[in-house]
T-cell receptor
């Protein structure tokens, strides 16, 4: 059982380049999330999805787009990367509003540097 | 809006001593509260949660947390710290009716041998 898998693990971009981060989960979870982690700021929610075909904005959505075409995958896109997007990105999933297990499962992260 | 505060950036404790990592929260509805741990270069791992019931919640690796509604706190505790407990700890809150989770800024726990 792989859980939540993020690819790639590391990436270096030049300002203005685009890229897509892939998150895949094999737990049949309804909900998926993208966070960014920056020193002293904890985790901030970028976008999230409550089911296949749905997406919603989080706290810091500007400069990012997402898609959830398949239940198991949640893609995070940067159309024109900026140095301010240098961060560690985490994907998470959860089974939904199940009272017994509403916590999130996290991937190992993608470390992105934008030069 | 919901929020979480972790007032200490770092907590240092000697191995074998009890440890406490503080967390306070604010939500409009019933809170779901969580603690996660992050080891270097890893994702967050779930430690424990409070949804309802007993105010003292027990979790993984000997950790426990005490929910205090009047003080809106959810402090993480362990009776005897281990060097291997050294990591970054995050408190998180979710308003019971919603799926968005808000994380604190994290507290670095350093257990000194």
């Amino acid at each position: 059982n792989a859980g939540v898998t993020q690819t790639p693990k590391f990436r270096v971009l030049k300002t203005g380049q685009s890229m897509t981060l892939l998150c895949a989960q094999d737990m049949n979870h309804e909900y998926m999330y993208w966070y960014r982690q920056d020193p002293g700021m904890g985790l901030r929610l970028i976008h999230y999805s409550v089911g296949e075909g749905t997406t919603a904005k989080g706290e810091v959505p500007d400069g990012y787009n997402v898609s959830r075409l398949k239940k198991q995958n949640f893609l995070l896109g940067l159309e024109s990367a900026a140095p301010s997007q240098t961060s560690v990105y985490f994907c998470a999933s959860s089974p939904g509003l199940d009272l017994a297990a509403p916590f999130q499962y996290f991937g190992a992260g993608t470390r992105l540097s934008v030069l | 809006a919901q929020s979480v505060a972790q007032p200490e950036d770092q907590v240092n404790v000697a191995e074998g001593n009890p440890l406490t990592v503080k967390c306070t929260y604010s939500v409009s509805g019933n809170p779901y509260l969580f603690w996660y741990v992050q080891y270097p270069n890893r994702g967050l791992q779930f430690l424990l949660k409070y949804i309802t019931g007993d105010n003292l919640v027990k979790g993984s690796y000997g950790f426990e947390a005490e929910f205090n509604k009047s003080q809106t706190s959810f402090h993480l505790k362990k009776p005897s710290a281990l060097v291997s407990d050294s990591a970054l700890y995050f408190c998180a809150v979710r308003d019971g009716g919603y799926q968005k989770v808000t994380f604190g800024t994290g507290t670095k726990l350093q257990v000194i041998p």
